[in-house]
């Protein structure tokens, strides 16, 4: 059964950074991929980035780009997200998910609060 533990949400600043980490366990072979999303109050969730566990080819949704860097660390099955000149509407739930064999996202976590204030 795989685990994904996300941590590193909070309280900042509009304008500041934060970075999210997200620790997968229980699955002994490499990952396809893995990602995050995320769901503000009284909207849709919705795909912020992901990145392929081989090559490391990253995707970003729109509203990100160019603020918003996911990586990962193989050895330590781990992914992060850098997310720098965050704006209020950056206020939502993240979560962390892993697609196992490229045919979407099997496993999700159970979310880190991320809240931007002005």
């Known amino acids: 059964q795989v685990q994904l533990v996300e941590s590193g949400g909070g309280l900042v600043q509009a304008g500041g950074s934060l970075r999210l980490s997200c620790a997968a366990s229980g699955r002994t072979s490499r990952y396809y991929a893995m990602g995050w999303f995320r769901q503000a109050p009284g909207k849709e969730r919705e795909f912020v980035a992901v990145i392929r566990w081989s090559g490391g080819s990253t995707y970003y949704a729109d509203s990100v780009k160019g603020r918003f860097t996911i990586s990962r660390d193989n050895a330590k099955n781990t992914v992060y997200l850098q997310m720098n000149s965050l704006k209020i509407e950056d206020t939502a739930v993240y979560y962390c998910?892993?697609?196992?064999?490229?045919?979407?996202?099997?496993?999700w976590g159970q979310g880190t609060q991320v809240t931007v204030s002005s």
């Open positions: 998910v892993s697609d196992l064999n490229g045919g979407g996202y099997d496993y």
